[in-house]
């Protein structure tokens, strides 16, 4: 198969700034832990761990690390000139231009997407050593990441074409949660906008994952909120930034999930943070 790639581990200290412009066709950036602030052609926005950045080769990427701890990043970078074809379902339609402005950073929550991140870490461990056909393995998990990336991408900006499907698809639910997570999620609001009514998809929900669908929404949205305190964000705005209706709301729920207050995972992000400097001077 003609093609040729790169896939690099980097990490981004606390307080650093790293410029990746590739020389080869295509880029995906995976922030597999840690958060950055990133500038592409002037347009900034802010990661989670666990998403994803799509380049063409002209463009750069800028990320700064202005968080309290080390960001970890996949920079997988290829050409693969076989399937610049006029065909539709050409494997890199979603590096298209008019692709990237409408889905250029994606966060990593649906089944499709969680799959990418394992085929990921897949491809890194391969490359480390040479095993039984190596190259086969190589070349079609980084087929299986471009045809799992574009159904992500489709499923971001196509959600028009879920009026047409003929039963609920989980994925649908995720992406929705995912895109809303700074708001008061409504499941009515939900169930109109996935065309299913709202005790089907409550039903569905529990009988595949085993977990109600509120308790998932809570779920998620505690985990962004952890995001964001890790990033400095302070913890009275935090819970408005993940739709949360008051603070008191959003206390007994984090301190129920995790067994301790916002406050004290914050002290202890920082206590973690201060140690890790430490240790870094002792070596020094």
């Known amino acids: ?48 761990h666990h998403s994803y950045i799509l380049l063409r080769d002209e463009e750069q990427l800028i990320l700064t690390n202005d968080q309290t701890n080390e960001c970890t ?9 076989e399937f610049d074809t006029a065909d539709t379902e050409s494997l890199l339609s979603c590096f298209n231009k008019d692709s990237l402005n409408k889905c250029r ?23 480390k050593e040479e095993l039984y056909a190596s190259d086969i393995f190589k070349s079609n998990t980084l087929s299986m990441i471009l045809v799992i990336l574009n159904r992500v991408v489709l499923e971001n900006i196509e959600p028009e074409k879920k009026s047409c499907k003929k039963g609920l698809r989980l994925d649908d639910v995720f992406v929705y949660i995912n895109l809303h997570l700074k708001e008061e999620i409504s499941l009515d609001k ?28 809570i779920k998620r949205k505690l985990e962004y909120s952890k995001t964001l305190i890790e990033s400095g964000m302070p913890i009275r705005e935090v819970y408005h930034h993940c ?42």
Not at 1 to 26: D, G, R
Not at 73 to 81: A, D, K, M
Not at 105 to 127: D, G, P
Not at 192 to 200: A, R, T, V
Request: aromatic share 16%; with cysteine; hydrophobic share 35%.
């Open 1 to 48: 198969m003609a093609s040729s790639f790169s896939l690099k581990e980097l990490n981004i200290s606390n307080n650093s700034t790293l410029k990746f412009k590739s020389n080869l066709e295509h880029s995906l950036i995976y922030f597999r832990n840690g958060s950055c602030t990133v500038n592409i052609d002037n347009t900034y926005f802010t990661t989670i």
């Open 73 to 81: 990043i996949y920079v997988l970078s290829f050409s693969y000139n």
């Open 105 to 127: 950073y994606i966060v990593s929550h649906s089944e499709n997407s969680m799959r990418v991140r394992t085929l990921l870490v897949l491809l890194n461990m391969e490359l």
């Open 190 to 217: 939900l169930a109109e906008d996935l065309f299913f009514s709202k005790y089907h998809i409550i039903h569905e929900f529990k009988k595949k994952t085993g977990i109600s669908l509120y308790k998932y929404i």
């Open 243 to 284: 739709g949360f209706g008051d603070y008191s709301n959003y206390f007994r729920s984090f301190k129920k999930e995790y067994a301790c207050t916002p406050k004290q995972y914050y002290n202890q992000v920082r206590s973690k943070s201060i140690l890790s400097d430490l240790n870094i001077e002792l070596k020094l």
